[in-house]
C-alpha cells in the first residue's frame, strides 16, 4: 500500500466516521510502509493504538486489505513525539480560544505546558443556516437563548436525537455564536472521546492537576456523544467533578448525546441525574415540510455555484418524500445532484435524478416485511419462530411479540388485521395493545428503548 493509497482511506474513514472520531484516533497514525502482510503504523501513545486496534482495527484492515490484499494484519508501534508537535496542529477548535492558546483572556494558563484543542468547528453549520420546522423548533429556541450569553438560565442544556437530525450543528452554531458576541470568553468544543482521551493521557504522564485547571477554567463547555463515557469508570468521575465544578462557578454547560439521559446504558445515576437537572431537548426525525425546507435552503445555495443549471418543477418534493431515513443522506444526495448534472451540463430532470441517485433510492425503496420482523426479533430474543406466534403468553415470549408487533406497525403498511393474522391469527385489538405497550415500556424501561432500536436499525439496514 502506497502513501496515497493510505490518503484515500483516510479520506474515506473522514467521511464514514465523522470529524470528531477522525481527529480523536486516525488523524494521528503514521503510515509507515507494508512488509510481510503486516501494515505497520506509528503511533503517539499505547493507549491510542490500542484503543484503534479494539474499535477501528477490523475496519482499517478491511480497507487497507482493498488496496493490498496481501496485507494480514496491522501492527502499531509507539513513538516518541516532539514537545514541538502541538505547535503544528490545525487551528484549534474553539469558538473563542483555547485557555492555553488565549493568552489574553487567561494569562496564567499561558505558562503551562500543555494546550488544551478541542473539535474543529465547521464554518457551515451557523444559525443562519440551520432551517427550523416543528421537529427542532424547541431545540433551535433553546440553543439560541444559550448562544446569546448572560446570565445562566438552564444548565446543562442537554440536546440529543438521531443521527443527522441536527445536533451537531446547533452545537457548533452556538460556538460561533459566542465568538462573535462575546470573544472573551473561552468555549471549549470538543467530543467526549477527546475528553476521554486528555484524561487518560494526564493519568499516564502524570498531570491530572494541569488537566483539572484547564477543563476547569474555560467560560462554556460544550461535549459532543456524551453518551460515549457511559461504562467507563474513571472518565465519568472525571467529568462528574468537572462539571460540579463549571456549575458552582455558574459556567454554562452544553450536552448532545444520541439518547437521552436516563436511556444512556452503564451511565452512573449521579452524572444521569445533573445531566437531567437543566433543559433536555429531544430533536425529533424530520417531516415531509421540514425535509423540503432544508432542499430549498440548499438548492438556492447550489443555484449561485451553478449558475444556470436548471432544476425541473418536482425534484425537491420527489426527494423529500423518498429520502427520509437521514438529513446527511438528503443533503449528500443533492450535491451530487448538482455536481453530476454540472459535469454532464444537463438539467436535473427527474430521469437524470433516478440515473444519477440509484443507489439511495434503491435503499429508500426497501420495504420490510413481517416475516423478516419476525425472524430479526425471534434471533435476538434466542426463541423459536413458533413460539413468537404461538399461543403461549409467558413474559419470555409476550414481550418479543409486543416488540414484534410494534415493529410491524412502525416499519410496514400492513393494517392491525393483517399483522394480527401473522401471528396466529390474533384479534387487531391484541395488536394494538401490544403496540401501545411497548410505546409506553420504550420511555420506562432504557433496555426494551435499546433492544427496538438495535432490532430497528438492522431491519432498515
Not at 488544551?116 to 464554518?123: H, M
Not at 425546507?293 to 443555484?303: A, C, F, P, T
Request: hydrophobic share 40%.
Amino acid at each position: 500500500m502506497t502513501q496515497d493509497q493510505w490518503g484515500s482511506i483516510r479520506d474515506e474513514l473522514h467521511q464514514t466516521m465523522g470529524a470528531n472520531s477522525f481527529q480523536s484516533w486516525i488523524e494521528p497514525l503514521i503510515y509507515v510502509g507494508t512488509e510481510g502482510g503486516i501494515a505497520r503504523f506509528n503511533v503517539p501513545t499505547n493507549f491510542l493504538g490500542n484503543y484503534v486496534s479494539q474499535n477501528y482495527g477490523d475496519m482499517l484492515l478491511s480497507k487497507i486489505t482493498r488496496m493490498n490484499p496481501s496485507v494480514r494484519r496491522i501492527v502499531f508501534d509507539t513513538v516518541n513525539v516532539s514537545q514541538d508537535a502541538p505547535a503544528q496542529r490545525k487551528e484549534p477548535a474553539f469558538a473563542s480560544g483555547d485557555p492555553m492558546a488565549a493568552p489574553h483572556a487567561h494569562t496564567k494558563s499561558s505558562a503551562k505546558p500543555d494546550s488544551l484543542n478541542g473539535s474543529p468547528l465547521d464554518k457551515r453549520f451557523t444559525f443562519d443556516t440551520f432551517v427550523v420546522g416543528k421537529p427542532n423548533e424547541l431545540a433551535h429556541a433553546a440553543a439560541r437563548r444559550v448562544a446569546e450569553g448572560g446570565p445562566v438560565t438552564f444548565n446543562p442544556l442537554f440536546l440529543y436525537g438521531g443521527v443527522g437530525l441536527g445536533k451537531t450543528h446547533l452545537m457548533h452554531a452556538i460556538a460561533w455564536e459566542l465568538r462573535t458576541r462575546h470573544p472573551h470568553l473561552n468555549v471549549l468544543n470538543l467530543s467526549a472521546e477527546q475528553f476521554m482521551y486528555r484524561f487518560v493521557q494526564a493519568l499516564r504522564d502524570r498531570k491530572m492537576m494541569d488537566f483539572k485547571e484547564l477543563f476547569r477554567s474555560v467560560d462554556v463547555l460544550m461535549v459532543d456523544d456524551v453518551q460515549f463515557i457511559a461504562g467507563k469508570d474513571s472518565t465519568q468521575e472525571e467529568f462528574f467533578h468537572t462539571f460540579n465544578a463549571l456549575v458552582d462557578q455558574h459556567k454554562q454547560i452544553i450536552i448532545s448525546a444520541d439518547r437521552a439521559p436516563d436511556e444512556i446504558k452503564d451511565l452512573e445515576n449521579r452524572i444521569r441525574s445533573r445531566l437531567q437537572s437543566g433543559l433536555v431537548v429531544d430533536l425529533h426525525p424530520t417531516d415531509y415540510e421540514l425535509r423540503l425546507g432544508i432542499l430549498q435552503s440548499k438548492s438556492e445555495m447550489y443555484s449561485r455555484m451553478y449558475p444556470g443549471l436548471e432544476v425541473e418543477r418536482g425534484i425537491l418534493e420527489f426527494l423529500a418524500a423518498r429520502i427520509v431515513s437521514n438529513v446527511r443522506i438528503l443533503e449528500g444526495a443533492l450535491t451530487r445532484l448538482f455536481a453530476f448534472a454540472s459535469l454532464v451540463g444537463k438539467p436535473i430532470s427527474m430521469d437524470l435524478t433516478q440515473e444519477c441517485l440509484t443507489d439511495i433510492l434503491r435503499v429508500s425503496e426497501r420495504k420490510v416485511s413481517i416475516e423478516e420482523i419476525q425472524r430479526k426479533v425471534a434471533d435476538h430474543y434466542l426463541i423459536r419462530h413458533s413460539d413468537l406466534v404461538g399461543p403461549k403468553r409467558v413474559r419470555t415470549f409476550a414481550r418479543p411479540r409486543q416488540i414484534a408487533m410494534y415493529l410491524c406497525k412502525q416499519l410496514t403498511t400492513r393494517s392491525l388485521p393483517e399483522i394480527g393474522r401473522h401471528f396466529g391469527g390474533r384479534d387487531h385489538t391484541t395488536v394494538m395493545h401490544g403496540v401501545r405497550r411497548i410505546e409506553e415500556l420504550r420511555k420506562q424501561d432504557a433496555q426494551i428503548a435499546e433492544d427496538v432500536e438495535l432490532l430497528r436499525r438492522s431491519l432498515e439496514a
